[in-house]
């Protein structure tokens, strides 16, 4: 798909296995975050298709891909700066009665779900180490407690694909290791997939089954974490001794 | 075909007029992200300053018209020093800018209304003279202000595209905290933006009431709509954008009252006809004829 | 001054401040809420009076009948006017709702076969001899009350009196509803898409369908605001309905603290206060003025307080500071 004028995303061909951690490597303006938008339905390809489940979803509106389970972190750790850190958690709920308006005569039910969305939210909090900041504004939260929130969030979406956008870019060693336990953890739990983006390749290479490796907009490489380490494209594309194609 | 054309003629004069209008507000827009409602004002102003300065004090039409230029700079210059500069400080939303812009057109509609009176105005000039021209009547005004317009719009158009000021101008509009880091002086390019628009809704404003005859102190919001329209059919913030938003806009108005058009709808209803035209293109270029298109819900 | 005096007169103002603190509160729902900027909310109210008053005054319609029709039709504006342009951005949305509302007055004013153009709502074409006035079932309903109250309240209860009753209970009905509302997760999707529409859709939510109910449910109060503007007035003409009314709401809503509705009715009394009020600033130096220039001054004052408002304190009289520096 191009941006004016300048193909970001050309030719990408990949797929990812359920329950995997698969992560998308490469030097800036690969067209990672591109890649990104284009799975969750934030930019709309110009040719080419995205299947998920068997289902095709370049076509569908990014609240739609949602729903059928691909959810996103955002680079930079999106929060909603004006909504309390546990009231960002519980916009992650899904199917919430109150959502809808014909449910305004059914106090009930609304409530039902809040308590319980409550729960998890609140649970979520304690795993990641900011329950102390759930009443306050997201606003008062530092980069990595931002990310930590952006991650959770994610979390409470129901989720089978998580695509996180840099979720270490920034965070100090501690709670990257803490995010790493909650990610095992979850991991296991619910045998989600993950698809990352990151530029720490030490975390990269640890954590991953797959790596991807992107370059001007082309996968040049993808296999087992230790290939790519061999792999002469990808040194050159990261030293950049490659001359640009036209 | 006479009618056809006496359109069209009628078309570009209007557009050139609108052109000059929007360009100041798109300028406006693109250095200091506000959308000045206050610029339907400007124009009232424009033209009956430029009565006062000609019919009222005698003075040579041409001085007039630059003495209500250069009003319109200078009050433009006044509210962006006790308004718009303390507004930028204090971070001031998009809400706010539009309050405070509503706020400003209310104070200079009633100011103008209080010291000019609700009389309608009529420049001194003569209105009735006539050229023939493939069937058409083309007024002698109607032409003075289409050639006056179109060199208006050509030095503007250079001066932002060769000048120094202009070039910053740009650059600013489209990054300004690299801008202003790279050495540029942003308080001459929020002069300059302010010297244009000021002048600019001025000059709109007397050729508004030079093709128009009697004019009101309602003028001026009569045809902030449509001018709106044009900046946001040119995609806001694009001076040229702006330019060619006023005269498409200023020719299909005219063109859709032809008979020949299923009876051509009624000249009352033009603005309207504006807003269907706007509405439609924003419905497949939601940015703007010339914006770039993003994918947003 | 002895005007001032007269207990009628804030009975009136009273009323007229009921009446645009529902107005305003339909646009509370929209910007505090929901962060949308409609510049056109008073094209609503146009909508639900003139068509209450057409169906009754052109069609002999029941009243009750006539005046719902009239909030669905401002619903149903709401609905055109979202649907049509919602998708757009936040500035180029408030350029457009302006223009709404506009093209709303503007075919009111050339419509004379069905609105009455410029003469207002005396010149609606009336079906039998009738006059044209389409408050008679409501006046009757307003008398009765009157007499019931009388003997409570004494002199004071005249209609006007009633009518105040009437819009304030409503105006309080509807705060009821609207904060219950705004406590819901419609409401917290909402504030959401406020800052970002990134963030909600990528969570699943359709940020376009919830911005639509917004707006819908804020002309359908708009709409009921209208209502009783007709009523109070009893006399329509498109010159009531000028993009400055959208702005009055607007400053009534800021006054009050745009993200709450606790501070709403204060701001309503105070902005009625200085409406009506400014009628008899008959003292120097606006002695000078005659009256059409002391309406200029009237909305020059409220302009030069909408700039002040903003530049000072846009937080309004409730609102927190720390939310404005949030955004």
């Known amino acids: 798909m191009s941006f004016g004028g300048v193909r970001a995303v050309n030719g990408a061909t990949l797929d990812v296995e359920v329950g995997s951690v698969t992560s998308v490597i490469g030097p800036n303006g690969a067209g990672k975050t591109t890649l990104f938008n284009l799975i969750s339905g934030a930019t709309k390809p110009d040719s080419g298709t995205i299947l998920f489940e068997g289902l095709e979803i370049h076509n569908l509106l990014p609240h739609k891909i949602a729903d059928r389970g691909i959810i996103r972190t955002f680079q930079g750790a999106k929060v909603i700066k004006r909504l309390s850190v546990l009231d960002n958690l519980m916009l992650g709920g899904q199917d919430n009665p109150g959502d809808s308006l014909v449910n305004f005569l059914n106090p009930k ?109 082309r996968v040049i490489a993808d296999g087992k974490p230790n290939s790519i380490y061999e792999n002469q494209a990808v040194i050159d594309a990261y030293l950049g001794t490659r001359k640009a194609s036209k | 075909m006479a009618e056809f054309v006496q ?48 019919t009222n004090s005698h003075l040579p039409f041409i001085v007039a018209v630059l003495l209500s230029m250069l009003l319109g700079v200078a009050i433009s210059l006044i509210l962006e020093f006790i308004i718009w500069r303390k507004l930028r400080k204090t971070g001031a939303g998009m809400l706010a800018l539009f309050l405070v812009a509503t706020g400003v057109a209310f104070v200079l ?50 001066f932002i595209k060769k000048s120094t000021i202009g070039k910053n101008m740009r650059a600013y509009s489209d990054n300004p905290s690299l801008a202003s880091v790279s050495g540029i002086n942003v308080d001459r390019v929020i002069i300059a933006t302010w010297t244009i628009s ?56 005219e063109l859709s009252t032809w008979d020949a058009l299923l009876g051509g709808i009624p000249s009352t209803y033009k603005p309207v006809v504006a807003f269907a035209v706007l509405v439609i293109v924003l419905l497949f270029k939601p940015e703007g004829i010339f914006g770039v298109r993003v994918r947003k819900i | 001054m002895t005007a001032l005096m007269q207990p009628g007169f804030w009975v009136f103002i009273l009323t007229m401040s009921g009446i645009y603190g529902i107005f305003s509160l339909g646009l ?9 900027l409609n510049f056109g909310h008073v094209g609503m109210m146009a909508l639900s009076s003139y068509t209450m008053a057409i169906l009754i005054i052109s069609h002999g319609i029941n009243f009750w009948i006539a005046a719902a029709a009239g909030v669905a039709v401002a619903a149903l504006g709401g609905a055109f006017l ?18 709404f509302s506009e093209i709303v007055r503007y075919v009111i004013y050339n419509s004379d076969g069905l609105t009455g153009g410029v003469q207002g709502s005396l010149a609606i074409p009336v079906i039998g001899e ?67 529409d990134e963030v909600p859709a990528a969570l699943g939510k359709n940020v376009f369908r919830f911005r639509l109910q917004a707006v819908i449910i804020g002309s359908v109060i708009g709409g009921i605001a209208g209502i009783y503007w007709g009523l109070e007035s009893s006399l329509l003409s498109p010159d009531d309905f000028l993009t400055l009314v959208t702005f009055y709401g607007w400053m009534i809503l800021i006054l009050g603290g745009a993200t709450k509705v606790k501070g709403l009715p204060i701001a309503a009394i105070f902005f009625g206060f200085l409406y009506g009020g400014s009628r008899f600033f008959t003292f120097w130096p606006f002695s000078h003025l005659d009256a059409s220039q002391r309406a200029y001054v009237r909305i020059m004052i409220i302009g030069i307080v909408l700039i002040i408002l903003m530049m000072r304190r846009p937080q309004g009289i409730f609102g927190k500071r720390q939310e404005m520096v949030l955004e």
Not at chain 2, 201 to 216: D, K, S, W
């Open chain 1, 109 to 217: 039910a609304r409530k039902a779900y809040e308590v319980q969305c409550r729960e998890r939210a609140m649970e979520l909090l304690k795993q990641i180490g900011i329950e102390r900041f759930a009443d306050e504004y997201a606003g008062i939260l530092s980069g990595g407690q931002r990310k930590l929130l952006d991650l959770a969030r994610a979390l409470m979406a129901n989720p089978t694909l998580l695509l996180l956008d840099e979720p270490f870019a920034g965070v100090n060693p501690t709670l990257v290791e803490k995010l790493l336990e909650v990610l095992h953890a979850l991991r296991s739990k619910h045998n989600l997939t993950f698809l990352l983006i990151e530029h720490d390749l030490e975390t990269v290479m640890n954590i991953s089954d797959r790596v991807i490796v992107m370059a001007e907009g």
């Open chain 2, 7 to 54: 359109l069209l003629f009628n078309g570009l004069v209007e557009g050139s007029i609108f052109g000059i209008a929007a360009l100041g507000i798109s300028l406006v827009y693109s250095v200091l992200k506000l959308v000045n409602f206050a610029a339907g004002d400007f124009l009232t102003l424009g033209a009956f300053t430029t009565f006062f300065f000609a």
């Open chain 2, 109 to 158: 509609r009633q100011s103008i209304a209080l010291i000019f009176g609700s009389n309608s105005r009529k420049f001194d000039i003569d209105q009735i003279k006539t050229f023939e021209f493939l069937g058409a009547q083309i007024a002698q005004a109607q032409l003075a202000v289409l050639c006056c317009a179109s060199v208006a719009i050509t030095v503007i158009a250079l």
């Open chain 2, 198 to 253: 000021g002048a600019f809704g001025a000059l709109a404003g007397i050729f508004q009431g030079t093709v128009q005859g009697q004019f009101t102190n309602g003028m001026g919001l009569d045809l902030l709509l449509s001018i709106l329209a044009a900046v946001v059919l040119g995609t806001i913030g694009d001076a040229y954008g702006a330019l060619i938003g006023g005269f498409v806009l200023g020719i299909v108005m």
């Open chain 3, 28 to 36: 509370q729902i929209q910007y505090g809420v929901g962060g949308i």
């Open chain 3, 82 to 99: 979202g649907l049509t342009t919602l998708r757009l951005r936040g500035d180029y949305f408030a350029i457009v709702s302006i223009a």
């Open chain 3, 130 to 196: 009738n006059y044209p006035s389409y408050t008679d079932t409501w006046d009757s309903i307003m008398n009765r009350a009157r007499d019931i109250l009388t003997p409570i309240f004494g002199e004071i209860a005249d209609r006007e009196f009633v009518m105040a009753i009437v819009v304030w209970i409503t105006l309080g009905i509807l705060l009821l509803i609207v904060s219950r509302i705004e406590r819901t997760s419609w409401a917290r999707v909402l504030r959401a898409t406020r800052e970002d």
